[in-house]
């Protein structure tokens, strides 16, 4: 669709007042269901084509600015921008993880069937579900699909989806960040990192074509490699979420060398194969204020993009490693 050239409708306004009409109202009906799929570059061009698809682009952009969860979140999440002219980043928003396909081997990356669930009533701590606490992995364990409690039960925290007020703040040198648009309280659950789930190969793949693109400017990629090892340390577990295409809000979280203001928490729902990863606040958080975490501490690329994150122990350097 990028680049294609728009048509002009001037024959619209040359029709009789009648037929005028009912072509404006099949039009606006069209726009409507089919602008909104639309990157904002194609949005650009199609708005500029009519008076109708510029009312109904405009009405687009005025929607994704205001809220980029587009209304899959409790609370909507505005982007801010005093920087430049860009209203907002384009993605697909998802409020969970995904997961994704590896084009080479067309199958999903896991199993997605929940197998089991407990059978409480109310899982509140003090009788012993049998869904709360830590694996061996130790990921922190909650309730799932199959468990007999519903969706209010206490031990599903960051099933919800974000519960806190957020905001994305466009930074001259960092890009978009995400900010706090209210008091987080220490210990708060923020957000999930939720993207799309992918093998290690096809998340080696996507790597070497952002690098690619970064390299050349103005593209932000949002792969996360996560690895947790056993405590023994006999075994690692490796998951690969990729938000740069589809994800939620934490894919504009900023790296901090400080390790920011979040704890990362692997969460596994009983029944399901893979845990998700979470944010909690590791400390107050004020409103306003940046919310960043530590991508890592590995730094193979000597050239690595320049680390903006101001804080006292910052390297100059963002993490990168071989994915
Ligand atoms: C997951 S994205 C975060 C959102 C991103 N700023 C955006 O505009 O979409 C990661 C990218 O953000 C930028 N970034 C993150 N933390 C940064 C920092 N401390 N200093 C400079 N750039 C940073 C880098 O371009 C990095 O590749």
Same mark, same amino acid.
């Given at each position: 669709?990028?680049?294609?050239? *728009?048509?002009?409708?001037?024959?619209?306004?040359?029709?009789p007042p009648q037929?005028?009409?009912?072509?404006?109202?099949a039009? /606006?009906q069209?726009?409507?269901?089919?602008?909104p799929?639309?990157?904002p570059?194609d &949005?650009?061009?199609?708005?500029?084509?009519?008076?109708?698809l510029?009312?109904v682009?405009a009405?687009? $952009?005025?929607d994704?600015?205001s809220?980029?969860?587009g209304?899959?979140?409790?609370?909507?999440?505005?982007?801010?921008?005093?920087?430049?002219?860009q209203p907002?980043?384009f993605?697909?928003?998802?409020?969970?993880q995904i &997961?994704? +396909?590896?084009?080479?081997?067309?199958?999903?990356v896991?199993?997605p069937?929940?197998a *089991?669930?407990?059978?409480?009533?109310?899982?509140?701590?003090?009788?012993?579900?049998?869904?709360?606490?830590l694996?061996?992995?130790?990921?922190?364990? !909650?309730?799932?699909?199959?468990?007999?409690?519903g969706?209010?039960?206490?031990?599903?925290?960051?099933?919800?989806?974000?519960?806190?007020?957020l905001?994305?703040v466009?930074?001259?040198?960092?890009? *978009?960040? &995400?900010?706090?648009?209210?008091?987080?309280?220490?210990?708060?659950?923020?957000?999930e990192y939720?993207?799309?789930l992918l093998?290690?190969? !096809?998340?080696? @793949?996507?790597?070497q074509? #952002?690098?690619?693109?970064? +390299?050349?400017? @103005?593209?932000c990629?949002?792969l996360l490699?996560v690895?947790?090892?056993?405590?023994?340390?006999?075994?690692?577990m490796?998951?690969?979420?990729?938000?740069?295409?589809?994800?939620?809000v934490?894919? /504009?979280?900023?790296h901090?060398c400080?390790?920011?203001?979040?704890s990362?928490?692997l969460?596994?729902?009983?029944?399901?194969?893979?845990?998700?990863?979470?944010f909690?606040?590791?400390?107050?958080?004020?409103?306003?204020?940046e919310i $960043?975490?530590? #991508?890592?501490?590995i730094?193979l690329k000597?050239?690595?993009?320049?680390?903006?994150?101001?804080?006292?122990?910052c390297?100059?350097?963002?993490?990168? !490693?071989? $994915?």
């Amino acid at each position: 669709m990028r680049n294609r050239q *728009w048509a002009s409708i001037p024959e619209l306004e040359a029709q009789p007042p009648q037929r005028n009409q009912s072509h404006s109202r099949a039009l /606006f009906q069209c726009a409507h269901l089919i602008l909104p799929l639309l990157h904002p570059s194609d &949005l650009a061009a199609a708005s500029s084509t009519c008076k109708t698809l510029h009312h109904v682009a405009a009405s687009i $952009t005025a929607d994704r600015t205001s809220d980029a969860s587009g209304g899959l979140e409790k609370l909507p999440i505005p982007f801010v921008n005093a920087v430049d002219d860009q209203p907002y980043a384009f993605f697909v928003y998802a409020p969970t993880q995904i &997961l994704g +396909s590896d084009p080479r081997q067309n199958r999903p990356v896991s199993d997605p069937f929940p197998a *089991w669930g407990c059978e409480c009533e109310r899982c509140d701590g003090d009788i012993g579900c049998p869904c709360e606490g830590l694996d061996s992995f130790e990921v922190t364990r !909650e309730c799932g699909a199959s468990c007999r409690c519903g969706v209010q039960c206490g031990n599903r925290v960051t099933q919800g989806g974000v519960s806190v007020r957020l905001k994305i703040v466009k930074d001259e040198r960092k890009g *978009w960040g &995400l900010r706090a648009g209210e008091r987080i309280q220490h210990g708060q659950f923020v957000c999930e990192y939720a993207g799309e789930l992918l093998t290690t190969n !096809e998340a080696r @793949r996507r790597q070497q074509i #952002y690098d690619q693109l970064t +390299s050349g400017g @103005r593209f932000c990629s949002a792969l996360l490699v996560v690895r947790e090892h056993l405590p023994s340390g006999k075994a690692c577990m490796r998951i690969n979420i990729d938000a740069t295409r589809i994800g939620n809000v934490s894919r /504009f979280i900023n790296h901090s060398c400080d390790g920011g203001n979040l704890s990362t928490v692997l969460v596994r729902n009983s029944g399901a194969l893979l845990p998700r990863l979470c944010f909690f606040a590791s400390r107050d958080i004020k409103e306003d204020e940046e919310i $960043t975490f530590s #991508y890592g501490e590995i730094r193979l690329k000597s050239k690595g993009l320049q680390c903006f994150c101001g804080s006292s122990s910052c390297s100059g350097v963002l993490p990168s !490693e071989n $994915t």
